[in-house]
């Protein structure tokens, strides 16, 4: 669609109505007097021509129109907030910056040590804002402009979502070194399901994906001791000694301390998950962005990276 000259103030008016449901929460969220909402409005449906939207039934109804100028309306906005940084980071001598995000299997100290920490010493101008969340979420904000760049596990990912592989990770199970389990050289899997597993939460977007990783592993049925939501907060509860938590290990993590938790040694099959790379389709991407995906590339393969 497109758009006579418009005031983005006012889209953004208009987007905080839609998203809020209503004139007086836009209002709330905007600092604005609902009368100053309305009005914003009004305004912009003078300007177009047309109705974008309907108060009915106290919920905001988005005419067919409405929803063409909502959609353009967003993607404008966010281009106005990537511009509003890149001129940020240029006043403060920044090279770029890259909204880097990551599956929250991979919120664990090696990831920050063998990836993080040495790509921002190799590249000190850029600057890393990075978010750890489900891999669905991390690809959807890629393709929603949201993010640059994603480093996710491949499982039901957005049908529109770029991947490129990158290596394969390994679902492995990991306990406080006091745990009665680390008397063993190995241990059966039987032996970890009977110990009690700390895992995601039911509702969670994907337990799915992990159970059937647990089942190729060979644990079947509801072992479960304690639901936690997030990575980290899981690797808490098991040093608390609540149960043994699970979590996917990438190749290039190999040796690397887990501390306090030791990994166990389990007789029987090894799940895997693939691991990879989300880009917008099409996009050329900043300098930054780029060497962030070469970064990725090298130091994750399955050589070890040099230092």
Known sequence: M??????LFRLRVFVAVVDRNGYSAAARHL?????????????LQRSLGVE????EQRAVHLTPTGREVYRSAILMLREQDSLQLALHDLKHGRRGRVRFGVSVAFEQ???????????????PGTLLSLQFHHSYRQAQAVIDREADLAYVVQWNLPPDALFEPLHKSTLRFLVPRSHPLTRADSVDIEEVAAAGLITGTFSSVESIFYRQLLKDSGIVGEHSVVEVDGMQA????????????TTLIPPYASGSTMSPLVELSVNGPAAEAQVGLVRRAGDDGSESVHALASWLRE????RKPTV
């Open 52 to 55: 974008l939207l309907r108060y």
């Open 109 to 123: 100290r090696y990831f920050l040590d063998q990836i993080v920490a040495p790509f921002c010493r190799a590249h």
């Open 2 to 7: 497109n758009f006579p000259f418009l005031d």
């Open 299 to 302: 130091r994750t393969s399955t």
């Open 31 to 43: 600092h604005l007097a609902q009368a100053t909402v309305s009005h914003h409005v009004a305004a």
């Open 234 to 245: 899981r690797v808490l509860a098991a040093e608390a000694g609540l149960g043994v938590v």
